[in-house]
C-alpha cells in the first residue's frame, strides 16, 4: 500500500465527487438509497397498481373483458428494469410518467413488492366445509357472476373459478380487495373462514371432460 | 284499446264542405251553448251538404260514405309496398283500421294482431332487422303511444326503422266522449319525439301522402330510425269529395351517405401501413351487401375483425374473426379502424363500477383511430345514447357499409408485394389463433356440462347440434347466454343473427323475435329464440300473436328465475355497504312460485314443453320442437338455467 501525494489526493476526490455525481443523476442508483417498503405500499395503492396486479402485486387471471394481469411480487427484473417497464411497459399496461410516480416512489414500491413476496402466505384451514361453502357460495351471491358450479361468464365477467385457478393466498386477497369489476367482500360481511369454505367447495368443483370427449361441441 | 263509446253523427263535414262549399255552413249561426246535445246534433246534421241536405228531404239521414280519407291512406301505404301493419286495436285510428282489411283487401299490408303496443313496435324491430323495411304499426292516441314509447326508443338507439301512425282527433268539439277527450292530445307525437328521427300531423289528404312517403324515405335513409305520423281521425272517416285531386307520391329512395374521398383515402393509407391494425365492426353491415363488403376489405388487409355483433357482420368461423382475443388485440394494434361502433370511447377503455368510478385508455398512446359512423349524422340532444366522447383521428360521419367498398379499393391502390407478403403472413398466424380461440370456447363449455339447472353453453351447444344443417336464424340476442351461441356456432349470413335492443330497454327480445320469425317465415326459415324469462313476462301476449298467426318460432326459455342483471347490481350495492350479501334477491328474482312457461304459452295456443331442468332431456326436447315449427308453428321449451 503506497501513500498518496496531495495532488493524487485531490485527483482522488474530484473523480469521487464525480462518480458520487453521476451516480445522483442516475435513477436506479438514486432509487436504491430509499427502498421504503411501507410507503412503497401506499403508492401502490395510490398510483392504483393494485387494481390490476393485485393487493400485494400478485396479479390477476383474465376474467371477461379485463385481460389479466402478471405477477410483479418478488418480480426478477433489476430496479433498473422495473423503472423502464413502468414508464414504457409494453403489452396493455399504460405507461405511468414522472408526474404521475417518482423514480423513488417507484423504488418504493420495487421494496414493497420484495416485501410482498416474503411474507408467510394463509393456507386454507383444514376444518373449511365444502359442503357449508356450497349453501354460502349461493347464499352470499358468488354464483351470480360465477354460475352454480364457478364455470365462469364472459357476460358477467366473472371467471372460472372452479375448480379454482388461483391459489387460496391470492383468492382470499383477491376478494377482500378485487382489482377489476367485482365487488369486494369485506371480512366484517364474510368471515375468511367462510370464504375458506368456499374455497373448499369450489375445489370440491370438476374438472370439465375434454370438449372432444362432448360431440355436440365438435360441430 | 278502447272503444269509442258514442257513434259520431258528422264526423264528416270538413271534407264535404270543401267539397261542396261552405255556404250553407256561413249562413248557419252557431247553437247556443245551452242548446240540449241532441239538438246540436241534429242541427249540425242539417249544416253538412246540399248532397246531405237532399237526402234529407227523401226522409234519411247520410250515414254511410262510399270512400274515406283512410281508403287513399290505404293506397298511399301499398305503394311502399309495406307486408304487414302490426297493431293492437284502437278507436282513434278505426277508419284506417278498416279501410286497411275491407278496402285493401288485407293484403300488402296484412292486419297483424297484437296485444300491446310494446310488442307492435317490438316485432317492427325484428322483422326490418332481418327484411331490411319498415313495417307499419298503429297505435291509439295518447295511451297506445304511450304504450309504444319504450320500444320505440330501443329501435331509435339500435338504427332500425318503423313507420308509426297514431291516432288523434285534432278538432275539440269533435270528441264526443271523455275517452276521446282522454285520447286526444294538442301535440301527440311529444312522447316519442326525441327517439323519432321525424314527425309530422298532417291536416289534409295530400298532406297525409307527402309526409307519409317522406317519413318512409327518411326512415330507410342511415341512420336508419322510427318516424311517426299522428293522424286525425276526421281525416281518415270523412268522405273523399267525388271531385279530390288526389295522387300518391313518388318514392325515390336517398343513396346512404359515403365518406368523403379525402378521409378514406388517408384511412386507407394508414391501414396499408399499421403492422397490427385491427378493424371492430357495430352495426356496420345493414344489408347481406354489407357482409360481404366487409369480408372484402378485411381479406384484402388480412385485418383481424372483432364483430360487436349489433349486426351480424362476419362470419364467426372465419380465420380472421378474432372477436374472442379483441381486449388484447385493441391493446397492441397501432392502427384501429371502428364500423358503426356504437361506443367507440368504451371500446378502447376499460371501465371499474366502484366507489370511485375509474377508466384508463387499453389502446397504446401512440395508435391511430378512425371511424366510420353514420349516427354522427343524427344526434339529438336529450336522451344520451350518443356515448362518450372519443377521440378519433379519422372521424367520418358516414354510413360504413356504402363507404366500404370506396375504402377497400383505396387500400388496393396502395398495395404492393412487400405489403401482400407481410398481409399474408400476419393472415397466416390469425388463422392459428382463430382455431385455438374457438378450441378455448370449446373448452370453456364443457365445464358444468352436466350441472343442473342446465349450463347456457350446454343449450347453445345442443341446439347447434340440431339446427346446424337447417336454414337457420337466431332472432334474438345472445347476451345473456354468455355469447355462447356466438361462440359456438357457424354464423355466415346475414339473417343469421339480429343483435340485440339498441337501447337495452327489456321487454324487446319476444316481440323482436316474433318480428323477426315473421319476415324469415316467407323465406322458410327456422327461426330461433333464446328467451329471457324476465323480457318474456313484460307483455306475454306476443306468444298469442304468434299463435294466431301461425309464425314459426322455436322459442327456448333461458329461465333464470330472476332479473339476474338487476340482481347483481344490487349485489354490488350490498358487497359495497357490507350489509346483507344474502338479501340481494329481494326484488329481483322471479321465483316462489316459479312461473309455469309451459301452461303460459299452452293458454296462448302455443305447443310448450318443460320445465326441463335435466340437461339429458334437452337434446330429445329440441328435436321434438323443431318438429312442431316445420309444420308452420311457435314452440316454446322453457328449459331451467344457470344465471348467464
Known amino acids: 500500500m503506497g501513500h498518496f501525494t496531495s495532488t493524487t489526493w485531490k485527483a482522488f476526490l474530484t473523480a469521487a465527487l464525480i462518480i458520487a455525481a453521476v451516480l445522483a443523476l442516475i435513477p436506479d ?99 373449511a366445509s365444502s359442503k357449508d361453502g356450497e349453501h354460502l357460495y349461493t347464499a352470499f351471491g358468488c354464483y351470480e357472476c360465477h354460475g352454480y358450479q364457478g364455470q365462469g361468464s364472459v357476460q358477467t365477467g366473472g371467471s372460472r373459478i372452479g375448480p379454482p385457478q388461483i391459489p387460496y393466498s391470492g383468492f382470499l386477497a383477491y376478494i377482500r380487495q378485487p382489482a377489476g369489476e367485482m365487488p369486494p367482500y369485506a371480512s366484517k360481511a364474510l368471515s375468511d373462514a367462510q370464504l375458506a369454505d368456499i374455497y373448499a367447495f369450489l375445489q370440491s368443483r370438476a374438472q370439465a371432460a375434454p370438449s372432444k370427449a362432448i360431440p355436440q361441441l365438435n360441430q | 284499446m278502447s272503444p269509442r263509446t258514442k257513434a259520431s253523427i258528422n264526423r264528416r263535414d270538413f271534407l264535404k264542405s ?12 252557431a247553437p247556443p251553448a245551452n242548446q240540449p246535445a241532441a239538438d246540436r246534433r241534429a242541427r249540425a246534421a242539417v249544416r253538412i251538404s246540399p248532397e246531405a241536405e237532399l237526402r234529407a228531404l227523401s226522409g234519411g ?29 284502437g278507436a282513434s285510428f278505426r277508419g284506417l283500421h278498416e279501410s286497411i282489411i275491407n278496402y285493401g283487401g288485407n293484403r300488402g299490408p296484412e292486419f297483424i294482431t297484437c296485444c300491446h303496443e310494446e310488442s307492435s313496435v317490438g316485432m317492427a324491430h325484428g322483422y326490418a332487422k332481418i327484411e331490411g323495411k319498415p313495417l307499419l304499426v298503429m297505435a291509439h292516441g295518447t295511451v297506445g ?39 286526444s292530445a294538442q301535440d301527440a307525437a311529444a312522447v316519442l319525439r326525441d327517439y323519432v328521427k321525424w314527425d309530422d300531423l298532417p291536416v289534409s289528404l295530400p298532406h297525409f301522402a307527402e309526409s307519409t312517403v317522406r317519413a318512409y324515405k327518411m326512415a330507410m335513409t342511415p341512420p336508419m330510425m322510427p318516424v311517426l305520423l299522428i293522424l286525425d281521425a276526421e281525416l281518415q272517416e270523412n268522405p273523399i269529395a267525388a271531385n279530390a285531386s ?24 394508414l391501414l396499408v401501413a399499421a403492422e397490427n391494425p385491427v378493424l371492430i365492426a357495430g352495426r356496420s353491415a345493414r344489408t347481406p351487401a354489407g357482409l360481404a363488403h366487409l369480408l372484402e376489405l378485411a381479406e384484402t388487409l388480412q385485418i383481424p375483425v372483432i364483430d360487436q355483433m349489433d349486426r351480424m357482420n362476419f362470419p364467426t368461423r372465419h380465420p380472421l374473426n378474432q372477436t374472442e382475443s379483441g381486449l388484447a388485440l385493441i391493446g397492441k394494434a397501432d392502427v384501429i379502424l371502428g364500423l358503426e361502433v356504437n361506443d367507440f370511447w368504451g371500446t378502447v377503455h376499460s371501465s371499474r363500477d366502484q366507489i370511485e368510478r375509474t377508466s384508463h385508455s387499453i389502446a397504446r398512446p401512440d395508435a391511430k383511430t378512425i371511424s366510420i359512423n353514420s349516427a354522427n349524422l343524427f344526434v339529438k340532444s336529450n336522451y344520451q345514447n350518443f356515448q362518450r366522447y372519443p377521440e378519433v383521428d379519422i372521424d367520418i360521419p358516414a354510413d360504413a357499409e356504402a363507404t366500404l367498398p370506396s375504402l377497400t379499393e383505396a387500400v388496393r391502390r396502395r398495395l404492393d408485394a412487400g405489403r401482400k407478403s407481410a398481409f399474408a403472413d400476419r393472415g397466416a398466424k390469425l388463422a392459428v389463433a382463430h382455431d385455438e380461440s374457438l378450441q378455448r370456447a370449446r373448452d370453456a363449455a364443457a365445464f358444468a356440462w352436466d350441472a343442473s339447472p342446465i349450463s347456457t353453453a350446454r343449450l347453445a351447444a345442443e341446439l347447434w347440434a340440431q339446427i346446424k344443417t337447417e336454414d337457420w336464424s337466431l332472432v334474438s340476442s345472445a347476451t345473456f347466454v354468455s355469447r355462447w351461441p356466438l361462440r359456438l356456432w357457424a354464423f355466415e349470413k346475414h339473417y343469421q343473427y339480429i343483435g340485440a335492443q339498441g337501447g337495452y330497454g327489456i321487454g324487446y327480445n319476444a316481440p323482436a323475435s316474433v318480428g323477426a320469425a315473421l319476415a324469415n317465415r316467407k323465406y322458410g326459415r327456422l327461426s330461433v329464440n333464446i328467451q329471457c324469462d324476465g323480457d318474456l313476462m313484460y307483455a306475454p301476449g306476443v306468444l298469442w300473436t304468434a299463435a294466431h298467426h301461425h309464425i314459426p318460432l322455436l322459442t327456448v326459455m333461458h329461465n333464470n328465475r330472476a332479473y339476474h342483471q338487476e340482481l347483481m347490481q344490487v349485489q354490488i350495492m350490498a358487497n359495497r355497504h357490507s350489509r346483507g350479501l344474502d338479501r340481494a334477491t329481494i326484488g329481483t328474482t322471479i321465483c316462489d312460485p316459479n312461473i309455469d312457461f309451459t301452461k303460459l304459452a299452452e293458454s296462448m295456443g302455443v305447443y310448450a314443453e318443460g320445465p326441463i331442468s335435466d340437461p339429458k332431456e334437452l337434446g330429445p326436447a329440441i328435436t321434438r320442437a323443431i318438429e312442431v315449427v316445420k309444420r308452420g308453428e311457435p314452440v316454446l321449451l322453457d328449459v331451467v338455467t344457470q344465471p348467464r
Request: hydrophobic share 35%.
Open chain 1, 29 to 127: 442508483a438514486n432509487a436504491q438509497s430509499r427502498k421504503d417498503a411501507q410507503s412503497g405500499k401506499k403508492v401502490f395503492e395510490k398510483v392504483g397498481c393494485f387494481r390490476c396486479h393485485g393487493s400485494a402485486g400478485e396479479g390477476m387471471p383474465q376474467t371477461g373483458k379485463e385481460a389479466g394481469s402478471p405477477k410483479i411480487a418478488a418480480t426478477k427484473l433489476s430496479l433498473r428494469d422495473f423503472l423502464e417497464s413502468v414508464r414504457k411497459p409494453k403489452g396493455q399496461m399504460p405507461p405511468f410518467g414522472a408526474k404521475q410516480v417518482s423514480d423513488e416512489e417507484l423504488s418504493d414500491v420495487y421494496a414493497f413488492l420484495e416485501s410482498a413476496a416474503s411474507q408467510p402466505k394463509p393456507e386454507l384451514p383444514s376444518s
Open chain 2, 18 to 29: 270543401a267539397a261542396a262549399g261552405t255556404a250553407v255552413l256561413a249562413a248557419t249561426p
Open chain 2, 61 to 89: 239521414e247520410v250515414l254511410t260514405a262510399e270512400r274515406t280519407g283512410s281508403d287513399f291512406m290505404v293506397d298511399v301505404i301499398k305503394s311502399l309496398k309495406i307486408d304487414y301493419v302490426c297493431s293492437n286495436p
Open chain 2, 145 to 183: 303511444l304511450q304504450h309504444a314509447a319504450m320500444a320505440v326508443y330501443n329501435a331509435y338507439c339500435d338504427r332500425v326503422p318503423v313507420l308509426i301512425i297514431g291516432g288523434n282527433i285534432m278538432d275539440a268539439t269533435k270528441r264526443l266522449s271523455q275517452v276521446e277527450w282522454a285520447h
Open chain 2, 246 to 269: 288526389l295522387q300518391v307520391p313518388k318514392l325515390m329512395p336517398y343513396g346512404p351517405p359515403q365518406g368523403d374521398s379525402g378521409s378514406v383515402d388517408e384511412a386507407a393509407r
